[in-house]
């Protein structure tokens, strides 16, 4: 099995969702987990994915739920338009007595059954547009109940579940208050000069000790994180904005163009000019 890591979901003062239209060169994300909620529509390409200990295939039109802290991952099998919109939300988006009354039942047995992954083989043909929907929504209450109408009509649709029964993520790593604290102090400062030994003292760590501690938990390094975070930032700017490529790019904290144009497409395959226009 293979060891995941932790994906810091970020967080945004305006949304308790966090969408994805992705437009990417191949699928490649690594087996990770998070405390969110995610639903995953493969739109184009086609691979492996893992879901908790369960591997499987995906194609178009590819659809799983997958509950808080289960590890999951996916990767095309060549490079190839890899296309799939993705919403993420929290476990409190809504207040637990809500659940309780009749009508949510369904959906309450839904979130309940995804902490083992469910797989839908057959989703409705309108899915994949209103998931667009919600994704292009800016934030509302109507985007909130665009999504719990779209979590209906999946607590009605023919779904099984993927990981076995009883598969966890051990309590320690999902619940590392350390590695909480480090990532919502680069989420504050993430346009500002975050240097490793002021997140060393927010951590209590070393330096090095810090930088083993983020390979070990996210994979990645301080700075790889940082940049990660960055582009992601960019992406949704150039998505959401008609602003200019250079104003986007420095207001995200890169200090040189041709870096911020080589990085965004080795992340999402493309330039920053071509993303826009997918």
Known sequence: ????????????????????RQRLR???VGYHFHPEYELTLIQNGAGQRRVGDHPGIFGPGDLVLAGPNLPHAYHSWEDAPAHAVVIKFKKGLFDPAFFELPEMRPIKRLMGDAKRGLH????????GPRMERIAAQKPSARRIALLLELLADLAQT????L???????????AQCDRLRRVLHYVEAHWDADVRLEAVANVAKMHPQSLSRFLRQKLGQTLARHLASLRLGRAAKA?????RTVA??????GFNNLSNFNRQFKACYGHTPSAYRKL
Not at 3 to 13: C, I, N, P, Q, T
């Open 163 to 173: 990981a076995r029964e009883g598969f966890a993520l051990s309590a320690k790593r």
């Open 238 to 242: 150039l998505l959401e904005s008609e």
């Open 158 to 161: 023919r779904s099984h579940a």
């Open 26 to 28: 191949r699928f490649s």
């Open 1 to 20: 099995m293979p060891k995941a890591f932790l994906e810091y979901v970020a967080s945004d003062d305006t949304s308790s969702l966090m969408c994805q």
């Open 120 to 127: 839908f083989p057959k989703p409705r043909a309108d899915i």
């Open 247 to 252: 104003d986007i790019a420095f207001s995200c």
